[in-house]
């Protein structure tokens, strides 16, 4: 099992910054893949920026630019960051932390954190 715990959310104005940060413990061995998604009201979940074990990033087109994911795994503790500059009232959402295990197909999720960019 892999127990994953979201802090940094808030409301800031646009134009500002935000870091969100996962911190993931529990069994990692094997997880390939670490992920931020985010559900916005009324809309799908939708991945904003993932990271593979090797370190390689993906991110949506709408976020390409203005927000950087990293992470660190040692062995006493991993965490994924999301930094989020130049916010958008658009990019409102709750943000969730997401941990893939390949072999399996196993997800883990986080329980959110509220982003709100006020206009």
């Known amino acids: 099992q892999v127990q994953l715990v979201e802090s940094g959310g808030g409301l800031v104005q646009a134009g500002g910054s935000l870091r969100l940060s996962c911190a993931a413990s529990?069994?990692?061995?094997?997880?390939?893949?670490m992920a931020w998604y985010r559900q916005g009201p009324g809309k799908a979940r939708e991945l904003v920026a993932r990271?593979?074990?090797?370190?390689?990033?993906?991110?949506a087109d709408s976020v390409k630019g203005r927000f950087t994911i990293s992470d660190s795994r040692d062995d006493a503790k991993n965490t994924v960051n999301l930094e989020m500059n130049s916010l958008k009232p658009e990019d409102t959402a709750v943000y969730y932390c997401?941990?893939?295990?390949?072999?399996?197909?196993?997800?883990?999720w986080g329980q959110g954190t509220q982003v709100t960019v006020s206009s």
């Open positions: 990271i593979s074990r090797g370190g390689s990033t993906n991110y």
């Open positions: 997401n941990a893939r295990r390949m072999v399996t197909g196993t997800e883990y």
């Open positions: 529990g069994s990692m061995i094997s997880i390939n893949y």
